[in-house]
């Protein structure tokens, strides 16, 4: 069914995949998550205006892409500094292998943890904190990680800037930043350097009669 509507829809482009139950995302689709990621909250009217879609179709495949599990939520955006939270530190963990368990359900009850991923490389977690200042940052590693039987080792890192924070990204986002080649334009008689320009026998003999 969502893949029906998903062809039906009207719109070109090449799909890129198939996700979830079966939604094939379009061009249409593409362009409706980027206006989305402006505006989470733009009307049905408006969205449909500005992708050049019925106010229709744009309703059924808005409703398809949060079916299919695309579009997971809606939530708010904050200013951490103006919520109290100026501090933001990354903390990496290395977790005694044989206690996985114990460590995430002990993260689970920090509420401060914004976020948390298991990577690879030195450390095995890297866990991302917004506190007040840089002493709560420091009792909560040291008083509450450190006892943690699970963690063997941390190491903290203060964010200084956060210099590009992105809702998502998209598979359309490299079409549109990946410039066009156009070959350069060159005269016969100016060669770029690094670049050869071969010269024919009978015009190289010209030339040098001409030198010489």
Not at 75 to 94: K, N, Q, S, Y
Not at 112 to 131: K, L
């Amino acid at each position: 069914m969502m893949s029906d509507i998903s062809r039906n829809g009207g719109g070109g482009g090449t799909p890129p995949g198939r996700i979830g139950i079966g939604l094939e995302l379009d061009a249409i689709h593409m362009k409706i998550l980027e206006i989305l990621r402006e505006n989470g909250r733009i009307s049905v009217a408006a969205l449909a205006e500005r992708v050049g879609i019925s106010r229709a179709n744009a309703y059924t495949r808005f409703e398809a892409l949060r079916a299919d599990g695309t579009i997971k939520r809606f939530t708010a955006e904050i200013d951490h500094v103006r919520a109290g939270l100026g501090i933001t530190a990354l903390i990496f963990v290395t977790v005694r292998q044989q206690m996985w368990k114990q460590f995430r359900a002990e993260l689970a009850r920090m509420p401060e943890v914004e976020y948390c991923a298991i990577t690879t490389g030195q450390h095995d977690a890297m866990i991302q904190v917004r506190m007040a200042d840089v002493a709560e940052v420091h009792a909560m590693v040291t008083d509450r990680l450190a006892n943690i039987p699970a963690v063997k080792a941390t190491e903290t890192v203060f964010i200084l800037d956060e210099v590009l924070r992105r809702p998502y990204v998209l598979p359309s986002d490299r079409d549109q930043a990946r410039p066009s080649r156009r070959p350069p334009q060159e005269s016969q008689g100016d060669v770029p350097l690094g670049k050869m320009r071969f010269v024919g026998a009978a015009e190289g003999r010209a030339a040098l009669r001409k030198d010489t």
